[in-house]
């Protein structure tokens, strides 16, 4: 069962132009999170979907980041116009359907190698 | 607003010993913790977690430990080996719908032969 995959693993970008970022879930998840890590920082949570629906988006930029997870295809984030700091490590992480809530049960996250963005 | 703190940025321990890696959050809302341990250029990778009804959980090498009243976890590795060498995450999950993570800023974990 492959794991998580993301691509490009590296992505270098100048001031101004697009970065699409690509997510693969495991098989059988439904469920994708983004994550970014900026140098010496821990992840900052931006966005959690569900096929064809955001389910919470309390972590994105207001401006210029998108995010999508359609029916078919790999989950894309967009950034737009990208600016020097947003150079990061983006994860993605992928868990299976949300059975239950409450302290009684965790949805296990498992997390992509991540791509690297480096705009000059 | 660092809501998941790690206040130590590194740690090294002898081969054998005991490694205590500490953590402090401070939103009464969550209710899952999580360690991650991560290699570079590599993703976390989950390694043990806690629930916030529970006060430990042991899993072989890997104990953690929740003290609520104090908004404190710690991870034991016990004992530590050369391969446990990593920068570790705490995490912890926010109640209700969204099953999103807040990360520590991870301590970097050396463990000397």
């Known amino acids: 069962n492959a794991g998580v995959m993301q691509n490009p693993r590296h992505l270098v970008r100048r001031r101004g132009q697009e970065a699409r970022l690509r997510c693969s879930p495991m098989?059988?998840?439904?469920?994708v999170y983004w994550y970014r890590q900026l140098p010496e920082e821990g992840l900052k949570f931006m966005v959690y979907?569900?096929?064809?629906?955001?389910?919470?988006e309390s972590g994105m930029p207001k401006e210029r980041f998108s995010a999508e997870f359609p029916k078919e295809g790999p989950s894309i984030l967009r950034i737009q116009q990208v600016v020097r700091g947003d150079s990061a490590a983006y994860f993605c992480?992928?868990?299976?359907?949300?059975?239950?809530?409450?302290?009684?049960?965790?949805?296990?996250?498992?997390f992509g190698p991540g791509t690297r963005l480096t705009v000059l | 607003d660092q809501q998941v703190k790690q206040n130590s940025p590194s740690l090294s321990v002898q081969e054998g010993r005991i490694s205590i890696l500490n953590c402090d959050y401070t939103?009464?809302?969550?209710?899952?913790f999580l360690w991650y341990k991560k290699y570079p250029a590599e993703g976390p990778t989950f390694l043990i977690s806690?629930?916030?009804?529970?006060d430990k959980n042991e899993d072989g090498r890997f104990t953690v430990f929740l003290n609520k009243s104090a908004k404190h976890l710690s991870l034991h590795i016990v004992p530590s080996q050369p391969g446990d060498s990593a920068v570790y995450f705490c995490?912890?999950?926010?109640?209700?719908?969204?099953?999103?993570?807040?990360f520590g800023t991870g301590t970097l974990l050396a463990v000397q032969p």
């Open positions: 098989k059988g998840h439904s469920h």
């Open positions: 806690i629930s916030s009804i529970k």
């Open positions: 992480a992928s868990s299976p359907p949300l059975l239950a809530g409450g302290p009684n049960y965790y949805n296990e996250q498992f």
């Open positions: 979907l569900q096929k064809e629906n955001i389910i919470d």
């Open positions: 939103n009464s809302m969550f209710d899952y």
């Open positions: 995490a912890a999950r926010y109640g209700g719908a969204t099953n999103k993570l807040i």
